[in-house]
C-alpha cells in the first residue's frame, strides 16, 4: 500500500495583529447600531416636515370667528338685563297699586266676618226678632227693606273691591311670569360669565401671540371725527374719539371701558340722547339713514344678527369698540358685513 505522508498546515506568511481583529469585529457592529438608531428616529420624528406655525392673518382670522359667536351672547346679556330692569319696574308699579286694594278687601271681609260672628252669637238674630216682632206693619216693612239694602250695599262693596283686585292682578300675573322668566335668563347668563370671560382670556392670549401687549397697529389712523357736524351728533361723535384707547369690557359703558353698544349708549348720552344697552334694540329706535346721507354720529350696524355697532366718523371711517382686549379704535365702515345705518335723536 502507498503510505501518505501527513498534509502540513498553512503557515500564515504574515502575522496577524490583535487590533485588526478586534478592529474587523467592531466596524459591523457600530455600522448596525447606528442603522438601529437611524431607524429609531424615523420612527419617532417621521418623514414629513414639522407643521409651520400660524400666520399673524390666520390667527386674526380665528379670532374674528371666535368673536362672532361670542358677541352675541354678550349683546343679548345687555338686552336681557335692560328688560328684566324695565319689567320689574313695571311690576312694581303695578303691586304698589295692589296694595290699597288689598287692604280694602282686608277691611272689607273683616266686616263680614264680625256679621257672621255677631249672627252666630244671636246678636244679628235678636235684632232680626226685633224687627220682625214690631206691632207696626208699615215699621217692618220698611225695616225689612232698610235691612235687604244694608246687606246688598254691603256685599256689593265687597265685590267692588274684589273685582277690582282680581283686574289688577291678572295685569300683574303676566308680568310675574315674565319677570320669573327674564329672571332665569339672567341667572343663566350669569352662570356663563365664567365660560365667556374664559373664552376673552383665550382669544386675548392668541392675539399677544401675535402682536405682543401692543395692539395690532395704529389705533386712530385718520383725523377722528374728520368733520365737526355740530350739534348732538358733534358732542356724541367728539366723546366718542375721545375714548380712542381704552379697552372694550363687555357689558360697560364707560366711563373706562365699553363695549360696543356701551360706547354708542355713551357717546350719545352726552347729547343728551338716551339709547338702549344692546346694539339690535339701538337699530329699532334710531332713524333709517341711506350710505350716502351718512354723517358723523350716526350708527353703523353689522351682520344679519345686529351683534355689533360702531359710530361713523366720517371720510369713511367709524370709530367702535371691536372686542375683548382690543383697545377701542377707528377702521373703515366697510370692514365687516354692513346691515344698516341709524341716526339717533
Known amino acids: ?42 420612527l419617532l420624528l417621521g418623514t414629513t416636515p414639522a407643521h409651520a406655525e400660524p400666520s399673524v392673518a390666520e390667527i386674526e382670522k380665528q379670532i374674528d370667528v ?18 328684566l330692569a324695565v319689567k320689574q319696574k313695571q311690576a312694581d308699579a303695578l303691586a304698589k297699586k295692589i296694595q290699597p286694594l288689598q287692604l280694602q278687601v282686608d277691611m272689607a271681609m273683616g266686616k263680614v266676618s264680625d256679621m257672621a260672628v255677631r249672627a252666630y252669637k244671636g246678636d244679628n238674630a ?15 216693612a220698611d225695616q225689612l227693606t232698610i235691612l235687604d239694602q244694608f246687606a246688598r250695599r254691603q256685599q256689593h262693596d265687597v265685590q267692588a273691591v274684589v273685582d277690582l283686585k282680581e ?68 358732542i356724541a361723535v367728539k366723546y366718542a374719539c375721545q375714548q380712542i384707547g381704552k379697552l372694550y369690557v363687555w357689558g360697560a359703558a ?9 360706547l354708542m349708549l355713551a357717546a350719545w348720552a352726552k347729547a343728551g340722547v338716551t339709547l338702549p344697552h344692546n346694539a339690535a334694540a339701538q337699530r329699532r329706535v ?18 344679519a344678527d345686529l351683534h355689533h355697532v360702531g359710530m361713523y366718523v366720517g371720510n369713511g371711517w367709524v370709530v367702535h369698540a371691536s372686542q375683548a382686549g382690543e ?5 373703515r365702515v366697510d370692514e365687516g358685513t354692513i346691515h344698516s345705518f341709524g341716526r339717533p335723536g
Open 66 to 83: 371666535a368673536w362672532n359667536q361670542l358677541e352675541p351672547i354678550i349683546e343679548k346679556h345687555n338686552a336681557t338685563r335692560q328688560d
Open 167 to 234: 283686574k289688577y292682578a291678572a295685569q300683574k300675573a303676566p308680568l310675574d311670569t315674565l319677570v320669573a322668566q327674564l329672571t332665569k335668563t339672567e341667572a343663566d347668563l350669569a352662570a356663563k360669565k365664567k365660560q365667556i370671560d374664559a373664552e376673552i382670556d383665550r382669544l386675548q392670549k392668541l392675539r399677544i401671540k401675535v402682536y405682543g401687549n401692543g395692539g395690532g397697529g395704529p389705533l386712530a389712523p385718520a383725523p377722528c371725527p374728520s368733520e365737526y357736524p355740530g350739534g348732538g351728533a358733534g
Open 254 to 262: 364707560g366711563p373706562n371701558n365699553f363695549d360696543c353698544s356701551g
Open 1 to 42: 500500500m502507498a503510505s501518505h505522508a501527513p498534509r502540513s498546515l498553512p503557515v500564515a506568511s504574515t502575522p496577524v495583529d490583535p487590533t485588526t481583529i478586534r478592529s474587523r469585529t467592531r466596524w459591523p457592529v457600530r455600522t448596525s447600531l447606528l442603522a438601529a438608531i437611524a431607524g429609531v428616529a424615523v
Open 126 to 140: 235678636s235684632a232680626i226678632n226685633a224687627i220682625l216682632t214690631t206691632d207696626s206693619p208699615t215699621m217692618l
Open 327 to 331: 383697545p377701542i379704535k377707528m377702521k
Open 286 to 303: 334710531t332713524a333709517y339713514v341711506k350710505r350716502a346721507d351718512l354723517r358723523p354720529g350716526d350708527l353703523v350696524f353689522y351682520y
